[in-house]
Structure formats: structure tokens, C-alpha cells
């Protein structure tokens, strides 16, 4: 069998067991792999690209309808790179994690101006494209071009933890290096795009992260981890760092059928979102504290609005970051000052704002907010 070519500086598995590991899978995948997926089985590189990066961080069934909406708005990568930032973005909201959006906007011109307007069939050149990693890389090299790279993700590294029976955190450098080249040594040249699908869809299905189906596994004969029943305990994942907390209000003074919006800008979350006037604290805040505020004051003659609604607290949990608040509505009867930055927006006009998903699930629970 061939195989890919094994990184030197790291430690080999055992060839017996790679070579019953690489034709278990295939024979697997052949006779067995029943998992459908929308975009399973295209060719088509700029296809490839979208479905992986709308994919990241992103639950297939969700990301299957967005998929489908950008093929249908921008059914190739030049009609991505010429549309506008803000229609993109739109066409994005609700998936969150927007740097994606991003780096899918930038690589998509980049495809155009460096590259003609086609992906290159080379991997170096399509890990070079703004916002595509080692896997995103060794998906479309493999998928669309048939090059011999390996993907290697969460769900590789569990398989790959558990089958050689490592003990130590994947999230090690060393060790994830090591389970890399492995990965790679166990690639099957033949066909390195049905490979990495079968690898992604036997830890999808087969050796999924709780309760693995290692009582029909075709590669239970050669995996240590079920000879020595500890399944459950890998991979070992090193604990992840608490998330920073953060304290997000907002208030929303509602005058005539307008309320004031403000575009995200630096390098914060939500950046190029659109959102109500912020009132960001470093301690949680209660209804009273948030009436009293002086930007609220301001805006307001001087004075607590005596009306107003506050909704229940919201909590968003993001990577790295949970933020809670609640929204403030308030009609002041005299047209306020804004706070600078922010801008008066018709409320009919909202369904095509971009704005993060809890403001947009906030607005969409309120539609009732122009009847003054
Ligand atoms: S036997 Fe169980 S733990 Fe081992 S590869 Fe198969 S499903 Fe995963």
C-alpha cells in the first residue's frame, strides 16, 4: 500500500497497525460510510472552500442552509470578490465568529487578483489565502485536486489518540505534531480526497466523541484504546482557559420610527456588525444602574426615562469571551442627542442591517417597536 511520505523528526506507528488501519477505513468508506453531506463528492475547489470555511466552528445542519444561500447569491469565487462588504456580511449574519467572513472576502479577492479568478492547484499557494489553515488547505488540495495531504482536526486527533493509545494531551505541540505526521504517514495515496472523507466521516459517525461504536468498529482489532477500555478518556485534552467575562447593555431610545445604530469598528468582536448605543461596564448592572446611567441621562433631558421596557439578560458565549446584558427601550418625547458614532435608522429598514445575533434576535422578538 502506499503510503504519504513520514516526517523524519517524528516517531513512526507501528506499520503493521497503520496498514490495518488505512485498509479498514477504505474498506469502510467503500462498503459501510452511509454519511450524506450536501457537498460530498464535489470537485469544484471554490465549492470546496465555502463549505469548509462556513463549516468552522459551525454545526453541519446549521451551515447547510448557508451554504446553499452564498452558491445561490455567488455561484462562483468571482462573483464573491466583487460584491459589496456589506451585502456579504449580511448574507453572514446569524453564523457568528465574523472574522470568517472576513478572511472569506479577502481570499476570495485574493483568488481573483493573484491567481486569475481560479484556485490554484497547488497546496502552499491555497494555504497562502487569508483565513484557510492547514486543514482548510488539505480538504481542498485533496478534495478538488487529488493532492496527497491529510486533514487533521478534532475529530482526526480523536481517532488517531484513541486507535495508537496516546496518553498525552493532543493539544501539545509535540504531540499534535507527532499525530500529524502520522496522519500523513497514513494517507492513502491512491486517493487522498476519499481518504480524508472517510477519516472525517468515521469520527463523525463511528468513533465519535462519547459513546464510540467500538462494538461494530472495523478498526477495533488494531485500536488500543478499546484493548485497554479507555475509550471515554481520550484523547486527553488540555483544559481550556476561562473565558473573559464581559457586561454588554444596551439602549435603545426609540423616537418616531427611528432608533440609532452604530458599525463596529478595531479589532473587538462583531466588528463591521451594526448595533444600538453601548453601554459596555465591567461589573454586571441591574435595571436601576442602567436607568441611572449618565449616557442614558444625556440622552434623555437629564433625567430616567419614568417608561420604559428592559428586557430579561441575554448571554452569548463566543470562544474566548461570554457577554451578558440586556437591552434598554425608551421613547424620549424630544429628539435625543446620539453619542458619537451612532446614526438615526429607519426600524423598517432592520431586516437588512447586519447586526450580531442577539441584537437581531432582540429586534425579531420586538417587531412591534415603531408602533409609538
Ligand atoms: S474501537 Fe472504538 S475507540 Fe477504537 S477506533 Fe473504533 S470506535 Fe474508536
Redesign the pocket.
Known sequence: MKRGNPDKTQPSPPDAAADFFTRSLMRWHKHDNHRTMPWKGERDPYRIWLSEIILQQTRVEQGWAYYERFIRTYPDVRSLAAAPDAEVFKLWEGLGYYARCRNLLKAARQVVSDHGGVFPPDHGAILALQGVGPYTAAAVSSFAFGLPHAVVDGNVLR?LA??FGVQESVDEGPVRRRLEAWAQRLLYREDPGAYNQAIMDFGAT??KPAS???AE?P??DG?Q??RLSC?DELPVRTAKPARRLRWMDYVIPVFGHELPLRERTGRDVWRHLFEPILIESPMPTDETELCAHPMLLAMNGGSAPGVYECSDPYVQLLTHQQISGRFLVFRPVTRPLLPDGYQWVDIAELPSVALPRHVRQFFDRHSSLSAG
Open positions: 481517532v484513541r486507535y463511528v468513533c464510540p461504536k467500538c468498529c478498526l477495533a485500536c484504546a478499546f475509550q
